[in-house]
């Protein structure tokens, strides 16, 4: 398949990439380090939430935090691919320890506009992403250490959806998962198989070598844990995009797949979170408590 991306990729970087794995919500997490100085970023990073008691902790990322500290790393990116709904964002945590600036796309305000009307948010909540460090444009480059990295809008599964390139790795956020679980779902709101139809198309003109490395892994079958695969093998094998699969039949496919699926049982703390770039929503005044919202009947 011919490259469809105005972009160039330089498969000559090869940056070392560690994952990191949080079996409740099966989320990947990743540390990509310049092999040629202490520079890293972390990409999708997850907390660690007991929804029934309504408790926030952090193992999961003090596990990133030591390895970033053992190695002696300078971290200077936490990258979230998109707006999670399956777990929760533990990006302010590692910057208070460790530093970094926590970045997502621009298209965050679509995002926070949908679901700011979702959870009834007041005047106060901001919605053009001013909880970010930083938001990435379409097609920007930008550095990590010595690598240039490159950003590209993947739209779909939500719309403010990236797929960052750093080298010969690519991270796809929720868009692909690995070839026996097929692509992500399209029916939250703001979501669209269609749009998400070409986006998967401007992953698989990248180059065939290329690898990704996608954001979740349920291991289908009791499988062991994968969690990387590459252009050519997703073209080849994915169970949704096989045998050139059209636009009008991908479609198809996905929304009545959709139709079958429960919400994720973390959607409600996750987004609430996520679109805060992680952080909870402001403490009641009379008792130094944080709440999220239920709504009912509009998930």
Known sequence: MASTLPFDVDLSIKPNVEVFFEPRSCTLSYLVIDPNSNACAVIDSAADMDYAAGRITYESADKIIEKIKHRSLSLEWIIET??????????PYIQSQIGGKIAISREIAKVQGVFADVFNEDKNFQRQGEQFDYLFEHGETYYIGSMKALAILTPGHTPACMTHVVGDAAFVGDTLFMPDSGTARADFPGGDAKTLYASIQSILSLPNEMRLFTCHDYQPGGRELQYQSSVAEQKQQNIHLKDDVSEARYVELRKSRDATLNMPNLIIPSI?????AGHLPKKSEENDTAYLKVPINRL
């Open 272 to 276: 609430q979170v996520n679109m805060r």
């Open 82 to 91: 998109h707006v999670h709904a399956d777990h929760l964002s533990a990006a």
